[in-house]
């Protein structure tokens, strides 16, 4: 049980204690008062007309009255808030009453929102962000002793620990909370991590009787849209869990919805630009609020990091007319000239709004693109013959890169290499954008591993049968299948061929919707379609990539002269494919079930295979590029085999830095960081250089679902009870449920008497002490009429007055003396005293005057005559 200060007073000690608060001061000012013995001798009949003109002085009992209402006033202040005077004086007026929480232990399981609108700024200046932090610090410091805390941070879908706790020292929370807590431009999505919470509660140690839950956030839509309690909601059970054990508050940093505009997209019309080609780019801008935004302004600037400048440049800068609430504008830049790509290597476009607003970090969007000299393509040669039209490779290498043609006719790089010199470790695979293995025999896991390490860095690997293949149709399903875990999208079958020279086999076929994406759109018109679907086939193999399962079946074999069967009406006629698409890694596999060569068709001697193969190259090494990335996603570059085993050095925003340890991994020496948590430009280099350069975006804005750059908010009647919601932590009613006892008293008025009283006594004694400097000695009129002595001086006969009053007394030869002949009215000045000395019972220092003689005139009882003084300095 708590007792207030001072709860020993009882009225009578009080009143004793009164007695004694104000008789002491008055006892101590009689008995120490100076005393005075008046000898009647001739000078003193000068002084008494003077003591008769003078008042009686009172600046001694004013000091008096003050000390002692000093003590008294502290000695009230004191009493004051005792129980019985808070009886007295609630019986002199009642006051207001209010509710006390006598809250017990508590575990508080706090969780800071960490997400891209918690960055927004705020009326104050702040952000959202460090709003929460400084609520959470002042929750965490105005706990009770003996609490305990456990602290989280929302990344994404993870309400990551920070102090997994519970922890009792609260500055080693706090310290936690300032040094491991840091705003991010993710998202976060609190339904999934209500799970996690609600683990953390029921785990809850026991010596914990209450517990409470306090989220910290911005109640921004896109986090909260599902994690609102409501009974139709999947997360009701989760709820249920967490409010039967805890007390729930919602602490909202943001309290308003605020307007924002953000870049939404920024794109390239030809996703894979190459050097010296005219390119565009479109900028599209989100109105994100409730009223029309004209004349946007959009800057775009350029860098060329690669060619060793790390700025970027301004190229260009852009308006948009009107933004209508809700919808989105475009603007297109062309990049030509100056303006275009010079260069071979990463390039980075940044656009940017040139009127910022509140969420600063969506107001820009770049894009990292390595802009090549060609396409890369390595060709890699199954069928070794001594005729150049018998090899599986000869007619792809041409249709890639026909004869006689110069660089600037086609893109396309191709070079043919043979099985052997594609797995010699002098092959290196870094500026290779797609391999094509062309009916390549018995392949071996180290041929699957280095196909692995292409898609790994985000290339393309082509796969073309033929007779080779066929034969090797177990080690293809053993090394390149692996039941599902390698790169075929489906385990080979049979080779299906025709039944005699005069059947007319099979010939391509594609659904409607495939012309219409690429690499078939430049065959949608019908005159091009029909040259492509008249080329005959007589041989191809079997795969199993049924419809509607992993891979995109772009085309399938259909019997010549016959309707091409449709897969969604007949049934058990599945078509086999003849050309597949799938995603491994973040590259792309294609497989051809038939050959490049003359072998199992006539197409390669056909006008429509050139442009085919021209287009699928373009189109599948058309990837995202890797060196553009979400917030979150890890950072992997690859580097030369040779610099495995070094380390790499990353700069990023706000300073980052950090040094990665290449690994030798996928035939590269590899290079991995995985805290992308801010958005915009991280750079990564070998040997100081920064040459390799990732642009890290904010989430891309979809029309059809929430974002975290809609800074429109849940509503707070939405949190139904017994959730709270709150503006400051300290407005949190702890409820019975959870262990809280609520208690009706009336407001106590000893605190606020106490505090007058004690601050009263302060002035009091402030007062004192400047009346007591005013009424010293200091401050006569005979100190005043002295002569100004030096300090050195001063310092020496304070010096001396103490070492005098230190030394034992009396000393020997030392007597007192009665009064002596003042030259002065007797007044206080320096250390000389009044004509009077005061009275001493000890033996003489020197012998008593003597009587004064009548001069020759007889005349008697003159003033001058009189005794000898007594020396001055003494120790009074």
Same mark, same amino acid.
């Given at each position: 049980?708590?007792?207030?200060?001072f709860?020993?007073f009882?009225?009578?000690?009080?009143?004793g204690?009164?007695a004694?608060?104000?008789?002491?001061?008055?006892?101590?000012?009689?008995?120490?008062?100076?005393r005075?013995q008046?000898?009647?001798w001739?000078?003193?009949?000068?002084?008494?007309?003077?003591?008769?003109?003078h008042?009686?002085?009172?600046?001694?009992?004013?000091?008096?009255?003050?000390?002692?209402?000093?003590?008294?006033?502290?000695?009230?202040?004191?009493?004051?808030?005792?129980?019985?005077?808070?009886?007295?004086?609630?019986?002199?007026?009642?006051?207001?009453?209010?509710?006390?929480?006598?809250v017990?232990?508590?575990?508080?399981?706090?969780?800071?929102?960490?997400?891209?609108?918690?960055?927004?700024?705020?009326?104050?200046?702040q952000?959202?962000?460090?709003?929460?932090?400084?609520?959470a610090?002042?929750?965490?410091?105005?706990?009770n002793?003996?609490?305990?805390?456990?602290?989280?941070?929302?990344?994404?879908t993870l309400?990551?620990?920070?102090v997994?706790?519970?922890?009792?020292?609260?500055?080693?929370?706090?310290?936690?909370?300032r040094?491991?807590?840091?705003?991010?431009?993710?998202?976060?999505?609190?339904t999934?991590?209500l799970?996690?919470?609600?683990?953390?509660?029921?785990?809850?140690p026991?010596a914990?009787?209450?517990r409470?839950?306090?989220?910290?956030?911005?109640?921004?839509?896109a986090?909260?849209?599902n994690?609102?309690?409501?009974?139709?909601n999947?997360t009701?059970?989760?709820?249920q869990?967490i409010?039967?054990?805890?007390?729930v508050?919602?602490?909202?940093?943001?309290?308003?919805? /605020?307007?924002?505009l953000?870049? %939404?997209? !920024?794109?390239?019309?030809?996703?894979? $630009? *190459?050097?010296?080609?005219? =390119? #565009?780019?479109?900028?599209t801008?989100?109105?994100?609020?409730?009223?029309?935004r004209?004349n946007?302004?959009?800057d775009?600037l350029?860098?060329?990091?690669?060619?060793?400048?790390?700025?970027l440049?301004?190229?260009?800068?852009?308006?948009?007319?009107?933004?209508p609430?809700?919808?989105?504008?475009?603007?297109k830049?062309?990049?030509?000239?100056?303006?275009?790509?010079?260069?071979?290597g990463?390039?980075?476009?940044?656009?940017?709004?040139?009127?910022?607003?509140?969420?600063?970090?969506?107001?820009?969007?770049?894009?990292?693109?390595? /802009?090549?000299?060609g396409?890369? %393509?390595? !060709?890699?040669?199954?069928r070794?013959? $001594? *005729?150049?039209?018998?090899? =599986? #490779?000869?007619?792809?290498?041409?249709?890639?890169?026909p004869?006689?043609?110069?660089?600037?006719?086609?893109?396309?790089?191709?070079?043919?290499?043979?099985?052997?010199?594609?797995?010699?470790?002098?092959?290196?695979l870094?500026?290779?954008?797609?391999?094509?293995l062309?009916?390549?025999?018995n392949?071996?896991?180290?041929?699957?591993a280095?196909?692995d390490?292409?898609l790994?860095?985000?290339?393309?690997?082509v796969?073309?049968?033929?007779?080779?293949?066929?034969a090797?149709?177990?080690?293809?399903?053993?090394?390149?299948?692996?039941?599902?875990?390698?790169?075929?999208?489906?385990? !080979?079958?049979?080779?299906?061929?025709?039944?005699?020279p005069?059947?007319l086999?099979?010939?391509?076929?594609?659904?409607?919707?495939?012309?219409?994406?690429?690499?078939?759109?430049?065959?949608?018109?019908d005159?091009?379609?029909?040259?492509?679907?008249?080329v005959?086939?007589?041989t191809?193999?079997?795969?199993?990539?049924?419809?509607?399962?992993?891979?995109?079946?772009?085309?399938?074999?259909?019997r010549?002269?016959?309707?091409?069967?449709?897969?969604k009406?007949?049934a058990?006629?599945k078509?086999?494919?003849?050309?597949?698409?799938?995603?491994?890694?973040?590259?792309?596999?294609?497989?051809?079930?038939?050959?490049?060569?003359e072998?199992?068709?006539?197409?390669?001697?056909?006008?429509?295979?050139?442009?085919?193969?021209?287009e699928?190259?373009?189109?599948?090494?058309?990837?995202?590029?890797?060196?553009?990335?979400?917030?979150?996603?890890?950072?992997?570059?690859?580097?030369?085999t040779?610099?495995?085993g070094?380390?790499?050095?990353?700069?990023?925003?706000?300073?980052?830095?950090?040094?990665?340890?290449?690994?030798?991994?996928?035939?590269?020496?590899?290079?991995?960081?995985?805290?992308?948590?801010?958005?915009?430009?991280?750079?990564?280099?070998?040997n100081?250089?920064?040459?390799?350069?990732f642009?890290v975006?904010?989430?891309?804005?979809?029309?059809?679902r929430a974002?975290e750059?809609?800074?429109?908010?849940t509503?707070?009647s939405?949190f139904?009870?017994?959730v709270?919601?709150?503006?400051?932590?300290?407005?949190?009613?702890?409820?019975g449920?959870?262990?809280?006892?609520?208690?009706?008293?009336p407001?106590?008025?000893?605190?606020?008497?106490a505090?007058?009283?004690?601050?009263?006594?302060?002035?009091?004694?402030?007062?004192?002490?400047?009346l007591?400097?005013?009424f010293?000695?200091s401050?006569?009129?005979?100190?005043?009429?002295?002569?100004?002595?030096s300090a050195?001086?001063k310092?020496?006969?304070?010096?001396?007055?103490?070492?005098?009053?230190?030394?034992?007394?009396?000393?020997?030869?030392s007597?007192?003396?009665?009064?002596s002949?003042?030259?002065?009215?007797?007044t206080?000045?320096?250390?000389?005293?009044?004509?009077?000395?005061?009275?001493?019972?000890?033996?003489?220092?020197?012998?008593?005057p003597?009587?004064?003689r009548?001069?020759?005139g007889?005349s008697?009882?003159?003033?001058?005559?009189?005794?000898?003084?007594?020396?001055?300095?003494?120790?009074?």
């Amino acid at each position: 049980m708590m007792y207030p200060p001072f709860a020993v007073f009882t009225p009578a000690l009080a009143a004793g204690a009164a007695a004694a608060a104000v008789a002491v001061p008055l006892a101590i000012h009689l008995l120490f008062r100076k005393r005075y013995q008046v000898v009647p001798w001739a000078a003193m009949r000068f002084l008494v007309v003077a003591e008769r003109r003078h008042k009686r002085r009172i600046d001694q009992w004013l000091l008096l009255l003050l000390r002692t209402a000093a003590l008294a006033l502290l000695l009230f202040a004191m009493l004051a808030t005792t129980a019985w005077a808070e009886r007295l004086w609630q019986a002199i007026k009642p006051g207001t009453t209010e509710t006390i929480n006598n809250v017990p232990r508590t575990h508080h399981v706090i969780v800071i929102d960490t997400s891209l609108s918690m960055t927004a700024k705020t009326e104050d200046g702040q952000t959202r962000f460090e709003r929460a932090v400084a609520q959470a610090e002042h929750l965490i410091r105005s706990g009770n002793p003996g609490d305990g805390y456990t602290l989280l941070k929302m990344t994404g879908t993870l309400a990551e620990p920070v102090v997994p706790g519970p922890s009792n020292d609260p500055e080693k929370v706090v310290a936690a909370l300032r040094a491991e807590v840091k705003p991010t431009h993710g998202t976060a999505d609190h339904t999934a991590a209500l799970p996690v919470i609600a683990d953390i509660i029921t785990r809850s140690p026991r010596a914990y009787p209450r517990r409470q839950l306090t989220f910290i956030s911005d109640l921004q839509r896109a986090s909260w849209a599902n994690a609102v309690p409501r009974p139709e909601n999947s997360t009701a059970e989760v709820w249920q869990r967490i409010t039967a054990r805890a007390d729930v508050v919602v602490v909202d940093t943001a309290r308003d919805d /605020v307007n924002n505009l953000a870049v %939404a997209d !920024l794109a390239l019309a030809d996703p894979m $630009p *190459l050097v010296d080609h005219p =390119a #565009a780019v479109t900028v599209t801008v989100a109105n994100l609020s409730r009223t029309e935004r004209k004349n946007v302004r959009v800057d775009l600037l350029l860098g060329r990091p690669s060619g060793g400048s790390d700025s970027l440049v301004a190229i260009g800068q852009k308006a948009i007319d009107a933004i209508p609430p809700g919808l989105r504008g475009t603007v297109k830049f062309d990049l030509s000239g100056p303006n275009g790509f010079r260069d071979r290597g990463i390039h980075v476009l940044q656009a940017k709004l040139v009127e910022g607003d509140d969420l600063p970090a969506d107001d820009s969007r770049a894009l990292a693109v390595e /802009v090549r000299d060609g396409i890369h %393509a390595l !060709l890699v040669d199954g069928r070794a013959d $001594p *005729l150049p039209e018998r090899r =599986a #490779a000869t007619y792809l290498n041409f249709a890639l890169f026909p004869l006689h043609a110069s660089p600037g006719l086609t893109p396309a790089r191709p070079r043919v290499v043979t099985p052997g010199e594609f797995l010699d470790p002098v092959c290196d695979l870094t500026g290779v954008d797609c391999v094509f293995l062309c009916d390549v025999p018995n392949p071996t896991s180290d041929l699957a591993a280095k196909l692995d390490a292409v898609l790994r860095r985000g290339g393309t690997v082509v796969i073309g049968l033929g007779p080779n293949a066929a034969a090797s149709r177990t080690q293809y399903n053993t090394v390149l299948y692996r039941e599902g875990n390698g790169i075929l999208p489906g385990a !080979l079958g049979d080779t299906v061929t025709v039944a005699s020279p005069d059947d007319l086999g099979f010939q391509l076929h594609a659904d409607d919707d495939e012309y219409r994406k690429a690499p078939l759109v430049s065959f949608n018109d019908d005159r091009f379609r029909a040259g492509l679907t008249s080329v005959p086939f007589q041989t191809y193999m079997k795969l199993d990539a049924p419809p509607g399962g992993r891979a995109r079946r772009i085309m399938t074999f259909a019997r010549a002269g016959a309707a091409a069967p449709d897969p969604k009406t007949a049934a058990g006629a599945k078509p086999d494919p003849a050309l597949v698409e799938w995603g491994r890694h973040r590259g792309r596999v294609y497989v051809f079930t038939s050959t490049f060569n003359e072998g199992w068709n006539a197409w390669p001697r056909l006008p429509t295979f050139p442009p085919f193969w021209g287009e699928l190259l373009k189109h599948c090494v058309a990837n995202p590029d890797r060196h553009t990335l979400r917030v979150g996603e890890p950072i992997e570059e690859f580097f030369p085999t040779s610099a495995a085993g070094l380390e790499a050095g990353l700069s990023g925003p706000d300073g980052l830095t950090a040094h990665i340890r290449l690994e030798l991994e996928d035939e590269a020496g590899v290079g991995r960081f995985k805290n992308t948590a801010v958005s915009g430009l991280y750079r990564m280099g070998i040997n100081g250089s920064r040459d390799r350069v990732f642009a890290v975006n904010v989430a891309e804005i979809d029309p059809a679902r929430a974002s975290e750059s809609d800074l429109r908010r849940t509503d707070r009647s939405e949190f139904r009870a017994p959730v709270q919601v709150v503006d400051d932590p300290a407005e949190v009613k702890p409820t019975g449920e959870s262990g809280a006892v609520l208690t009706t008293a009336p407001k106590p008025h000893g605190p606020f008497l106490a505090r007058f009283a004690t601050e009263f006594a302060l002035l009091v004694l402030a007062t004192e002490l400047l009346l007591a400097w005013r009424f010293g000695p200091s401050r006569t009129a005979a100190a005043a009429s002295a002569a100004p002595r030096s300090a050195l001086a001063k310092r020496l006969q304070r010096l001396a007055g103490t070492l005098a009053a230190l030394l034992p007394w009396p000393w020997p030869g030392s007597s007192s003396s009665r009064c002596s002949t003042p030259s002065a009215p007797a007044t206080r000045s320096g250390s000389s005293r009044t004509a009077c000395a005061p009275r001493s019972k000890r033996p003489r220092a020197y012998p008593p005057p003597p009587r004064a003689r009548a001069p020759s005139g007889g005349s008697t009882g003159s003033p001058r005559s009189s005794a000898t003084p007594p020396p001055t300095g003494a120790w009074w």
